[in-house]
């Protein structure tokens, strides 16, 4: 390409020069259907579009300005709107011609400059033929698309005529593009539903890939067809006919042509020798209205035998990418099978045009519906490759339907990851990486903080907090999460807690019952500690820890095993035995439950079950599922609590009992609002005609705190007593 073309020199000559005349076909085209002023702004782009490529020139020799001209003028007559008309023409101006994309937004506005970006990018990425690199291309191709999806159509036509006038380039590079849009481009226009420009881009790329093999099949299609005349003029006639006979008006019956890459790949997938695919007759029947397909499908179906299991209603049903129609296989004549297409002629110019036909510029102006499918579907073209292995298991996945049940979402990176319906952050962070969900603390959802369990959106961008040191999972996670992933992980996750607080309990347990005897766990190594483990029939001290914090095994019992292990005596019972110390809400590193039954709370008398379910339970010394066992159960431990880094906030449970009269309760509750005391529940019951009573559970600091609150309340008239609950019942 030229370099003495400087960008403000374009921009001189283009801003000196008055708009230039549109070529003739352009402009008919575009003056049938759009505005004059819309046709001034093609005029303007066409102007830019001329003095950019101004002494370029194609490989043909002709003015390089040609190409986009002729991108145009396929766009127009798919009468496209205006702005993708001049993208057409400004299309290789940010590549070629060093414009930069401001002088675009500037001059043409956002919408312009942002397809011509697009379709710059796009034409960037160099189809490899290794899978990795083309599914990673794929995805930026994908994403540059999905933010308009003019784009896809700019790019679609540009590469038809590439494709039109491919005999001008270097035959590896033929090659190249030729595979480049049997792999890419003819899907994504099946995608989008352009079948004209589909079977276009892929009957050239055939062609030029395997020159003999599609001279091979034309010939032979040549030959066939004398014969095979008589035959579809006979079949097309006998079809016009019937359905005139039965009053369906104005049906048209056209034989179908089938180009040479369709045969070739029938050849190849379906096994079939030759002569048989070119023996199915294909016939397409244009009605006027829906009602007439039905009829015209029930009236063929009459006088020729279908063929079973062939018959697809695609208009009840339509295809992912709006195609409509309703297929039938037959037998005409007696002897010859036919495929026949019934459709309306919308819906045949739906399904040449495509995605085309909805982006029309009449519909323009209420498009966001259409974009936000278009975005969707392009998610899903990332998703279908990046699960198949090969091109051609791609082209199968891509048409199939798209999955209504899931969701796309994009990481801050920008890659694309399929969900099921309903995912939450916690699934989104397990599908990215394990290690993200183990990790999570929080989520961020289009840049906003949001709950853990709330429902994600197609579309949205979602960035996982993790931390290095995140609490233990949440069991509830798994009412909530709905991938198999997640549901594995959160699974996991309690399971490793679980066994890892339980050898933490055990632990404990086993170090406080040695402690007794003035001995330490760290005395039992080496072959006597694989002596004692041999003893009590246990494969490892890990296994014995974990046993005794989930109570399988009880610790006075195990304890002596290790006595008789070291040959010693027990001595008799030291009753200073060392207590465990509550630090927060754990012992030694170990995460520990405050029980429901006594709510203790900071300073009160309590001990410590090792609970076979739950790990280390902390009751009220006073409970009474506990009192009772206090000395003879095992599993009951002594425990102080530590007064240093304090944070918890305990629940405790007071009974008020106040007169019985109208505005106590939010006196009442005013205390705890000004002292920014959280009420976690309560309950009220009238006790009689005169007085009320309150069951009220509250968080607090510790006892001396609680007790300062109940002296508040007592000191209200109203009150008449005011008393700490251990046992609700
Ligand atoms: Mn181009």
Known sequence: MSESILPNQVLNNFSNSKPLRLPTHLYKVTKDYLKPKDINKIQKAYTFAYYAHDGQTRKDGSAYVSHPIEVAKILADLKMDP??????????????????????????????????????????????????????????MALAMAKDVRVILVKLCDRLHNMRTIEWMPRHKQIIKSKETLDMYGPLALRVGMESIRSELEELAFKCIHPLRAKMIESAVLKSSGGRKKIVTKIRKELKSHLKQNNVEGAAVKGREKGVYSIYKKIKTKRKPFSEILDVYGFRILVDSVDDCYRALGIIHNYFKPIENRFKDYIAIPKSNGYQALHTSLLALDAFPIEVQVQTRSMFNSANIGIAAHWGYKTSESSTGLDIKATKWLSSIVDMHKRSDSSSEFVESIKTDLDPNEVYLFSPKGNIFPLKVGATPIDFAYEVHTDLG???????????????????????????????????????????VVTSKARKGITALLRNQKISAARKAGKL?????????????????????????????????????????????????????????????????????????????HIEGVPIVFARCCHPIFGDQVITHSDTERGLVIH???????????????????????????????????????????????????????????????????IDKRFTGFLIELEVSDKDYLSSIMAKIRAKKFTSSCKRVINKQ
């Open 83 to 140: 702005d993708t008309i001049c993208s057409a023409l400004l299309h290789d101006v940010l590549e070629d011609c060093g414009v930069q994309k401001n002088s675009l937004l500037q001059i043409f506005g956002k919408d312009v400059a942002n397809i011509v970006d697009g379709v710059s990018k796009l034409g960037k990425i160099e189809m490899q033929d290794k899978a990795e690199r083309d599914a990673n291309n794929f995805q930026k």
């Open 509 to 585: 347990l086993l170090e406080s019952e040695l402690k007794r005897t003035g001995h330490d766990l760290n005395e039992f190594r080496g072959s006597s500690l694989k002596r004692i483990l041999k003893s009590i029939g246990t494969p490892s001290l890990d296994k014995l820890l974990v046993d005794l914090g989930l109570g399988k095994k009880t610790g006075n019992i195990i304890a002596e095993r290790f006595y008789s292990g070291l040959k010693i005596r027990k001595i008799e019972e030291d009753n200073n035995v060392d207590p465990l110390k509550i630090d927060d809400n």
């Open 620 to 686: 009220n010394k006073q409970c009474k599922q506990i009192e009772k066992r206090i000395g003879r159960d095992p599993r009951l431990l002594e425990t102080i609590w530590l007064d240093t880094n304090r944070k918890h906030e305990y629940i405790a449970c007071i009974n008020v009992i106040t007169e019985n009269r109208v505005g106590v309760l939010a006196d009442m509750l005013s205390i705890f609002t000004k002292e920014g005391i959280n009420v976690v529940n309560l309950n009220t019951k009238e």
């Open 438 to 480: 183990e990790k999570i603390v929080g989520c961020r959802v289009n840049r906003k903080e949001v709950p853990l369990n709330i429902e994600l959106e197609t579309g949205q961008t979602v960035e996982i907090i993790t931390s290095d040191t995140p609490p233990p999972a949440d069991p509830s996670w798994l009412n909530f």
